[in-house]
């Protein structure tokens, strides 16, 4: 007669008799503890009780970037319905130069001027970050 497998032992560490397949373990096979006397009870507590917590999905780097890059291809769709529809040329001044482009170029390069200016300025901030991180790390070292 096969017999199932499984745990061996109980929750306290006591050994469970293996059974055999089609019968069902007995009242008698699991371990009894103690009663408690009568009136040892904990009194209840007056908090409020505690609701479940929702599991979130963890966000990743990977997730985060997938994110970025379908915002930035609905922002390029964008771009080019907006550049497709505003091909009317105007005059331009810029530090005494005048000249006529497509608004849609004109606005592109103002754009890419601002992205770029943003470029330099967080890469300066980020320097400026690490420089303040390795200063503190040395400082915090302890010295031998």
Same mark, same amino acid.
């Given at each position: 007669?096969?017999?199932?497998?499984?745990?061996?032992?109980?929750?306290?560490?006591?050994?469970?008799?293996?059974?055999?397949?089609?019968?069902?373990?007995?009242?008698?096979?699991?371990?009894?503890?103690?009663?408690k006397p009568v009136g040892t009870a904990k009194p209840r507590s007056?908090? +409020?009780?505690?609701?479940? +917590?929702?599991?979130r999905p963890v966000r990743t780097r990977t997730g985060a970037a997938w994110v970025g890059l379908c915002v930035g291809a609905l922002v390029l769709v964008g771009l080019v319905v907006f550049m497709l529809q505003n091909t009317a040329p105007v005059e331009v001044t810029f530090l005494g130069a005048t000249g006529t482009a497509p608004l849609a170029l004109e606005l592109l390069i103002a754009g890419l001027g601002?992205?770029?200016?943003?470029?330099?300025?967080?890469?300066?901030?980020?320097?400026q970050l690490r420089r303040r991180i390795r200063t503190d790390q040395h400082v915090a070292l302890p010295t031998h």
């Open positions: 007669m096969p017999v199932q497998r499984g745990f061996d032992h109980h929750f306290d560490g006591t050994p469970v008799r293996p059974v055999p397949d089609g019968e069902r373990p007995s009242l008698s096979d699991a371990p009894v503890k103690p009663a007056t908090a +409020t009780p505690v609701k479940p +917590t929702v599991r601002v992205g770029v200016v943003a470029l330099v300025l967080g890469a300066l901030r980020i320097g």
